[in-house]
């Protein structure tokens, strides 16, 4: 079985940073795609990031300049470095493997295992 567990949200002032760690367990880790979406209350789970086996990742416009995704292999972890937050940046994060080993996807269709989640929130 496979288990998603997302940790390091938190309360920060806007231009504050946050790293997010995703740990999984169960099946390949290194042969899937992995991706970070976030939702805001009352809006719909949207992309955020998402890093290949080969370590390419892929932002969202919005976040381009001042997110990080990356993994360790070794530790079947994924992280995201989030710089210079905004605001609009406060949702609760999930993190997510992709269905298909390789298979690169920005919908929430494109991913089958998730995180429960881990909130953060931006103060102007």
């Known amino acids: 079985q496979v288990q998603l567990v997302e940790s390091g949200g938190g309360l920060v002032q806007a231009g504050d940073s946050l790293r997010l760690s995703c740990a999984t367990s169960?099946?390949?880790?290194?042969?899937?795609?992995m991706a970070w979406f976030r939702q805001a209350p009352g809006k719909e789970r949207e992309f955020v990031a998402s890093?290949?086996?080969?370590?390419?990742?892929t932002y969202t416009d919005s976040v381009k300049g001042r997110f990080t995704i990356s993994r360790d292999n070794a530790k079947n972890t994924v992280y995201m470095q989030m710089n210079s937050l905004k605001p609009e940046d406060t949702a609760v994060y999930y993190c997510?493997?992709?269905?298909?080993?390789?298979?690169?996807?920005?919908?929430?269709?494109?991913?089958?295992?998730w995180g429960q989640g881990t909130q953060v929130t931006v103060s102007s």
């Open positions: 169960g099946g390949t880790f290194s042969s899937y795609v």
């Open positions: 997510a493997r992709s269905r298909y080993a390789y298979r690169y996807g920005t919908g929430t269709n494109d991913y089958n295992y």
């Open positions: 890093i290949g086996s080969d370590h390419t990742p």
